[in-house]
C-alpha cells in the first residue's frame, strides 16, 4: 500500500537535502493467494524494486506491505523490526536470475540447499539431509548429485538448485525476478513448467518480473505495468493484451512478434519514442507524457491517480475511457 522509496539528493559541502530521486512512487498493489502476478516494464521502472521492497530487502520510504501468513494473520511488514521479521522470512522467497553467480561455487548442493533449514535451526544434519533429497527430486534433480557442486550443471539446472533452496523452507510466497531471462528460450519454459507445477502442488503464489511480455502472457493471471518508478496500469492478462488502456501498455506490446497471417512469426518493432526518463527528475504530471503520442496539455499539469476502471482493472492515465488502444491479440 503506497510504498515509497526515496533516495534524497544532497548539494554542496553542507550536503544540504535539495530533492529525493524517487524510485518507487505511491506503488499499491494486491497478489491474491495462488496468483502470478506479472509485472513488467523498461528496465529502470523500478519492478525489482517494488520486489525487494515487498520482502524487506530494501528499507522502505514509505507505505506498508501486508501479508497474509500461512496462519491467516495479516501482518504490516513495514513495522517489523529485523529480529521480528526472521520467522516470516521463511515464508516468502526470491528466485534470481543468474543461475551462474547466485550460487556458491565453493558449497555442494546439499550445502546449498539446506544452508537456510540450518540457517533457521530447522532440522538435525540427517533431516536435512533427507529434505534436499527430496527437494532435488521436487525439481527434476537426481538426489544422487547430493555432494556435488553447482559447476557441474548446466544453466538450466542451477536455477532448479536455486528453485529447491527456495523452497526449502516451505514459503507461501516467491518472488521471480526475470528468473529464466539468462536461459535458452527451450530450457526457459521448462522451468516455466517447473514453476507452474510446483504452483499447483505447494500453493504458492507469485511475482513474476520480466521484461519479455511474451513470457508475462503465458504465466500470468494478472499483470501490472510499471514506468519510472509508477504503476500505471493493472489488469487480468487476457484483458491486459486484448484491450492495453495505457498508452504506454500499448508502446510496449508494440514492440512484440505478431503472427502474420501466413502463421511465420514477424517482429513488428514499434520502437517508443524517446528514452526512459531520468527518475532525478522526472517529467511532470503524468511521467509518460514527453513520451506518449495522446499527451494533451492537462498530462503535464496533473498527476493521473491510478484509479479503478470496469473488468477489475486499473489505470493511471486521465484519458483512458477515450483512447482505442490497440493490444497484442485479437
Ligand atoms: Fe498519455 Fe496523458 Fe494518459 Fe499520460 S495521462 S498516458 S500523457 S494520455
Ligand atoms: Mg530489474
Known amino acids: 500500500r503506497n510504498l515509497k522509496k526515496y533516495f534524497p539528493i544532497q548539494a554542496g559541502w553542507l550536503k544540504k537535502h535539495v530533492g529525493d530521486v524517487k524510485a518507487i512512487d505511491d506503488v499499491s ?33 514509505d507505505g ?4 497474509r501468513r500461512a496462519n491467516n494473520e495479516i501482518v504490516d511488514l513495514s ?30 548442493l546439499l550445502e546449498l540447499v539446506g544452508e537456510p533449514m540450518v540457517i533457521h535451526g530447522v532440522g538435525s544434519p540427517g533431516e536435512i539431509k533427507d529434505r534436499v533429497a527430496e527437494l532435488l527430486k521436487v525439481v527434476g534433480l537426481r538426489p544422487e548429485f547430493i555432494n556435488r557442486y ?41 522451468n516455466i513448467n517447473l514453476l507452474q507445477d510446483l504452483q499447483e502442488q505447494f500453493g504458492l503464489t507469485y511475482l ?51 503472427p502474420d497471417p501466413r502463421g511465420n512469426r514477424t517482429r513488428k518493432r ?26 494533451q496539455p492537462k498530462c503535464s499539469a496533473e498527476v493521473p491517480a491510478l484509479r479503478d476502471v470496469e473488468g477489475g482493472r486499473q489505470v493511471r492515465c486521465h484519458f483512458a475511457e477515450e483512447l482505442s488502444l490497440v493490444g497484442a491479440v485479437a
Open 270 to 295: 514499434v520502437p517508443l519514442k524517446g528514452e526512459i526518463a531520468n527518475a532525478a527528475n522526472p517529467p511532470s504530471g503524468c511521467n509518460f507524457h514527453p513520451r506518449c503520442p495522446y499527451a
Open 150 to 190: 553447482p559447476h557441474a550443471f548446466s544453466g538450466g539446472q542451477r536455477q532448479r538448485i536455486g528453485i529447491a533452496r527456495a523452497l526449502a523452507l516451505n514459503p507461501s510466497f516467491i518472488a521471480a525476478d526475470e528468473a529464466v531471462s539468462a536461459l535458452d528460450v527451450s530450457v526457459a519454459a521448462q
Open 79 to 108: 513495522k517489523l523490526s529485523d529480529r521480528e521479521m526472521r520467522p516470516l522470512r521463511a515464508e516468502m522467497q526470491m528466485i534470481f536470475q543468474d543461475p551462474y553467480s547466485s550460487l556458491n561455487p565453493r558449497m555442494t
Open 208 to 258: 513474476f518480473i520480466t521484461h519479455d511480455l511474451g513470457m508475462v502472457e503465458h504465466i500470468s493471471d494478472r499483470v501490472g505495468v510499471m514506468y519510472l518508478g509508477r504503476l500505471m496500469e493493472v489488469a487480468p492478462t487476457r484483458s491486459l493484451f486484448s484491450r492495453p488502456l495505457h498508452p504506454y501498455t500499448e508502446a510496449l506490446m508494440a514492440a512484440v512478434p505478431q
Open 29 to 61: 498493489l494486491d497478489i491474491r493467494k495462488g496468483e502470478t502476478l506479472g509485472l513488467v516494464g523498461e528496465s529502470g521502472s523500478g519492478k525489482s524494486t517494488v520486489a525487494r521492497l515487498m520482502l524487506r530487502a530494501y528499507e522502505l520510504t
Open 64 to 67: 506498508q506491505i501486508l501479508f
